[in-house]
């Protein structure tokens, strides 16, 4: 049975393992683990397990379940065995840092450090091994008017009928490319929302450039139930394809949608608009643990580098599923339970032999789970201007407000990087901390320069991954040597009273 | 904007959002409740004032910043309601020191 | 020879001494590394301070105040040429003592720093502060702590917006037609026929004058010109808020609010450069103080903390200097580059054009480092 942690103060100071989300790769870590006698602690942010595929799964009803399809559904019975595992649970806690161990507050036994935060108060715990399966977002969409109240990402809109059972009660457009726009297309249809138009933005190319990778698509699990999921909505819905440019209207919130192709433009009236263009590993955590990285041209989007076992740069630090690279649910539990098992051989509770056997099983599960994605990386990659806006008035960071132009003049001016365009405008200096203008600002800047976004580079992100209030920070451990760094000297209670 | 599902069946919940009495379903965050109230619109922005409402669901964009309980920028989508929950639009920045 | 000038370095230091020999009529040219050089200047604090500097080196606290009397007219300078607004305040500044020992500390260093001799010149603000007790600490500043147990305030004293400074200075060089070079290692320094060679991976750049404005680079760089640069780790760590609602609008220390909201806080110095990590037990420390300081602050939020390395001489006061061997070559190398970007953008730039540096500076050649220690 699962030990939930309720606070802070109930957590160990140190575990074998840290695994930081409860998605079906991290669910998949921390079972296997914990199987070989590991000390565990899964640490989520949210109300339940199951990361966002499967949010909310365990407490489904029968009509949930049918509504959200067999996919779904699946992850009951991954959240059921975690539950049964020996290893502790401490949801709603944020996990703010992870590195390797202060060299003055560790304790010599355990390499790695975690800074998580629970119900208000922050600790630091030690951990031999971190496995970060952290997941992905979904990849910005900037273009004019992205930002007003009654646009929001397809995602939310999946979230919301998971968790509360919300759907959109009124005109409802989605707009975007990728698998997840036609699959939540097809769920809110079946919900009974009034679908006005599915607003295709694949660029019309991408048919061409996918073809040399069908053969092994078709052959895979995806084949059949893409090919539903696209007739199902194109008999039930308006969809609009080879679209070029798309602006958002409304005063104070959206209310419709132009939508141009080529010279012609139609608008579309709405109350809600649902975005979607792929998504890309949700990165802020293990680039601010240390890790390398590199950017994957058919993701349009960086990826930490790790070997077959999940492995990063950070020694002790692995990462598995869709925070190393998009794979999906199925092959994000296989890759979290290599990731488990190879934690468990390095803390020596499994033999080489066994070890071994398991891995090649899994490896092969992995491929087989893979098989047809680089045709859908292909088919759905976003386009150029839809990542990238032409309209220099578009928004590119939500939280400080800057715009396309401001970036292209600060690019300009010859920076050398995105850590310096941020310094120059504050773009990605807000409360999200670059993860809804990262991959703006380095594709702008490597179109500008003629370069990959891979030698532009990404935000260098540091702790807190999330904002922690200065009162949880001020409570953490303190030390004699941190005094002096900072106020000059130590004040003993005799210094005050000599004071005096 | 958003309706309940016929099928759901959780028991409700009382919080109020700026100083009206609003019902969410028990599990609601408290970002999905102001959404099913039909609030869309949940902060301004600290730099121009321009209002903005939930976008992610998620945590990850703090697009539904809200003053729960008095406390400032909390991430709405992150919270779930409870009952007697006092939320608020998040006007602007935070002002500090003025939690309740 | 493609410039009149080559400045070596894009950090705050280098980009203000470019702007101002552009001024004097120089083609210039500015060579830096790539984004994740180690940059002082996008880690730095943004106080133009001068009021506690220069304890045992006279020079330096007038070189420091002459500074901060001409931020005035670079702050006017940059806005006219670029529209960009650096923020520049000088309401006074108050360094918060937060025990009766801090206190005594604190009063007992400025009578020392204020007693020197040669601490006054024409044309240099006179020194002015204030010992605040713990009632008129309160008094002038409401929201301190209770504990809080004084203050020295000084007039001299202010803030800037340290980003915009920088982005200014940029804007302003591109507007000038300074070329900004960026990705551009100096490996090789070569001295030819009366004029330098630079060289890095694949490129070669020739100027009649070098500046050597690469902060903790100048070590590697300066031997390369008969030079000798000698620097000392120190690690910073700053901790930066949400933005917030305005509360503090004069600088401390080691806290205060920028024009847009948010609050930095920051003032450890570790003696190593092992890493450019954040370590918790100084943002603890940090977060602590900054509590005590201004409890209200207890509920905002920490977005970003961040640890850099200062450019530190043994004894912290700045090197400016030319080559002996090597004319046209100058190093500089100091901290506060903010404080001194005003006389680094306008009264240093007419010395390297003139191609002699005053006698003033004199007192700050690394050469007061080679005097073999007395017996």
């Known amino acids: 049975m699962i030990q939930n942690v309720q606070s802070a103060a109930d957590l160990a100071p140190a575990y074998d393992l840290v695994v930081v989300g409860a998605g079906p790769a991290g669910l998949s870590a921390a079972i296997e683990a914990s199987t070989h006698g590991l000390a565990v602690l899964l640490a989520d942010e949210n109300e339940s397990p199951g990361g966002q595929i499967y949010r909310s799964v365990d407490r489904a009803s029968d009509a949930d379940l049918t509504r959200m399809g067999p996919d779904y559904a699946a992850g009951r019975r991954l959240i059921e065995r975690f539950r049964s595992a020996d290893l502790s649970y401490a949801r709603r806690a944020t996990v703010w840092s992870v590195g390797p161990a202060d060299e003055e507050t560790g304790d010599g036994a355990h390499a790695l450090e975690v800074g998580i935060s629970l119900g208000g108060i922050a600790r630091p715990i030690a951990a031999d091994r971190v496995i970060l399966a952290t997941g992905a977002l979904e990849r910005p969409f900037p273009f004019p008017g992205w930002t007003m109240p009654g646009v929001m990402a397809a995602g939310a809109a999946q979230i919301l009928v998971k968790s509360s059972g919300l759907v959109p009660s009124g005109r409802t457009i989605l707009a975007g490319t990728g698998p997840l726009l036609y699959l939540l297309a097809s769920q809110l249809l079946r919900a009974g929302v009034s679908v006005t138009a599915v607003v295709d933005t694949t660029p019309v190319e991408n048919c061409r450039l996918a073809l040399p990778h069908l053969l092994s698509f078709a052959t895979s699990p995806y084949a059949l139930k893409g090919l539903k999921l696209l007739l199902d909505v194109h008999r039930r819905t308006r969809v609009i394809r080879g679209v070029t440019a798309i602006e958002a209207f409304g005063s104070g919130q959206f209310s419709a949608l132009r939508v141009r192709r080529g010279k012609k433009s139609l608008h579309i009236q709405g109350d809600l608009l649902l975005l979607h263009q792929g998504i890309a590993p949700n990165l802020n955590l293990t680039l601010a643990a240390g890790c390398d990285y590199v950017w994957d041209e058919r993701l349009a989007a960086f990826r930490p580098t790790v070997d077959v076992c999940g492995a990063s740069s950070v020694p002790g630090v692995s990462i598995a599923g869709d925070a190393a690279g998009i794979v999906g649910a199925v092959a994000s539990a296989l890759q979290g339970e290599l990731a488990g098992l190879t934690a468990a051989l390095d803390l020596n509770r499994l033999g080489q032999g066994a070890y071994q056997q398991r891995r090649n099983q899994l490896s092969r599960e992995l491929a087989l789970a893979l098989r047809g994605r680089t045709f859908i990386e292909h088919r759905f990659r976003p386009g150029k201007t839809f990542r990238v806006p032409e309209d220099d008035g578009t928004i590119a960071c939500r939280c400080e407000e800057i715009t396309v132009g401001k970036l292209r003049e600060v690019a300009a001016l010859g920076v050398p990087g995105p850590n310096q365009m941020k310094a120059f405008t504050r773009c990605g200096m807000g409360p999200c901390q670059g993860r809804l203008c990262g991959l703006t600002a380095v594709e702008l800047l490597a179109q500008y320069r003629d370069v990959s976004p891979g030698e532009v580079g990404y935000y260098r992100l540091r702790p807190p991954i999330k904002p922690v209030t200065l009162g949880e920070l001020a409570a953490l451990p303190h030390t004699e040597i941190a005094i002096v760094a900072v106020a000059g000297f130590v004040e003993r209670a005799a210094d005050g009273a000599q004071g005096k | ?100 | ?375």
């Not at chain 2, 004032?49 to 669901?57: L, S, T, V």
């Not at chain 3, 901790?239 to 609050?263: C, M, N, W």
Request: net charge positive.
């Open chain 2, 1 to 100: 904007m958003f309706r309940r599902l016929s099928d759901r069946k959780e028991s409700s919940v009382s919080f109020t959002f700026n100083g009206v009495p609003t019902m969410a379903s028990q599990g609601d965050s408290v970002a999905a409740a102001l959404l099913a109230a039909g609030h869309c619109s949940t902060r301004r922005t600290p730099v121009s004032g321009a209002a903005r409402g939930p976008y992610c669901m998620m945590g990850v964009c703090f697009e539904c910043l809200v003053k729960i309980d008095g406390r400032p920028n909390r991430q709405g989508c992150m919270t779930t309601v409870v009952t007697g929950m006092r939320v608020e639009t998040q006007d602007g920045a935070a002002m500090p020191g003025q939690e309740e």
């Open chain 3, 1 to 375: 020879m493609d410039y009149d000038v080559i400045v070596i370095g894009g950090g705050l230091v280098g980009v203000s001494i470019a702007w101002g020999l552009s001024k004097c009529g120089q083609r210039v040219a500015i060579v830096d590394e790539g984004d994740l050089a180690n940059r002082a200047a996008r880690a730095n604090f943004g106080l133009v301070w001068s009021s506690s500097k220069g304890l045992g080196n006279a020079a330096y606290s007038r070189w420091s105040r002459t500074s901060t009397a001409n931020w005035h007219q670079l702050a006017a300078e940059l806005k006219g040429e670029t529209g960009i607004d650096t923020g520049f305040v000088q309401s006074g500044g108050f360094s918060i003592r937060l025990t009766p020992t801090e206190l005594e500390r604190g009063i007992a260093s400025m009578a020392k720093l204020a007693g020197q001799p040669g601490m006054d010149a024409e044309g240099t603000p006179p020194l002015e502060y204030e010992i605040l007790d713990q009632a008129e600490t309160r008094r002038r500043l409401p929201l301190v702590g209770e504990t809080v147990a004084g203050a020295i305030f000084s007039p001299l004293d202010g803030h800037a917006n340290p980003l915009r400074l920088f982005a200014g200075f940029h804007k302003a060089l591109q507007q000038r037609g300074v070329h900004y070079l960026p990705h551009r290692k100096t490996t090789a320094i070569r001295h030819r026929a009366g004029a330098f060679e630079l060289a890095g991976d694949g490129w070669r750049l020739g100027a009649g004058k070098i500046v050597l404005a690469a902060g903790i680079g100048n070590t590697a760089l300066a031997p390369m010109v008969g030079l000798n640069v000698p620097l000392s780790p120190s690690r910073g760590q700053i901790i930066v808020t949400e933005r917030l609602k305005p509360f503090l609008s004069h600088a401390t220390g080691y806290l205060r609010q920028t024009d847009e909201g948010s609050v930095l806080i920051g003032e450890s110095k570790e003696a190593t450069i092992d890493h450019q990590r954040p370590r918790g037990p100084i943002t603890a420390v940090l977060a602590e103080r900054a509590l005590r300081t201004f409890p209200l602050l207890r509920e905002a939020k920490a977005v970003r903390i961040w640890a850099a390395f200062r450019v530190v001489t043994p004894d912290g006061y700045p090197i400016y200097e030319q080559s002996e061997r090597f004319p046209g070559a100058f190093a500089f190398a100091c901290h506060s580059g903010v404080t001194l970007a005003a006389n680094h953008a306008l009264v240093l730039p007419r010395q390297i054009s003139a191609g002699a540096l005053s006698e003033d500076l004199s007192v700050f050649h690394s050469r007061r480092f080679h005097v073999p220690a007395a017996v």
